[in-house]
Nanobody, 119 residues
Framework: VQLQASGGGLARPGGSLRLSCAASGSRFSINSMAWYRQAPGKERELVARISSDYRIEYADSVKGRFTISRDNALNMAYLQMDSLKPEDTAVYYC??????????????WGRGTQVTVSS
């Protein structure tokens, strides 16, 4: 699976950005898609995850501000980020997990996209 993330950039505090992740090359249905982020000097952390049946989990720090969604037909995932804060500044990574018919767990990562929140 190849993942291509887009939509990062610069936003002011309180502003919004929308990230998109396009998945391609998978012979199997993608089970979950997620967004992670990594700020300078910090470990990569889960931001939000959505399963193929639309179960969702969010990091406590983004609940009520970020919304994850996906389009299974297009193999796309999105992260709508509202009420952005400076502490949301990080490189955001798209992630997918695919379980094959043989039970293999395939994990894919996209290249990161920079999100900077600053006045």
């Amino acid at each position: 699976v190849q993942l291509q993330a887009s939509g990062g950039g610069l936003a002011r505090p309180g502003g919004s950005l929308r990230l998109s992740c396009a998945a391609s090359g998978s012979r199997f249905s993608i089970n979950s898609m997620a967004w992670y982020r990594q700020a300078p000097g910090k470990e990569r952390e889960l931001v939000a995850r959505i399963s193929s049946d639309y179960r969702i989990e969010y990091a406590d720090s983004v609940k009520g501000r970020f919304t994850i969604s996906r389009d299974n037909a297009l193999n796309m995932a999105y992260l709508q980020m509202d009420s952005l804060k400076p502490e949301d500044t990080a490189v955001y990574y798209c992630n997918s997990i695919t379980i094959t018919t043989l039970g293999e767990r395939l994990v894919a990562w996209g290249r990161g996209t920079q999100v900077t929140v600053s006045s």
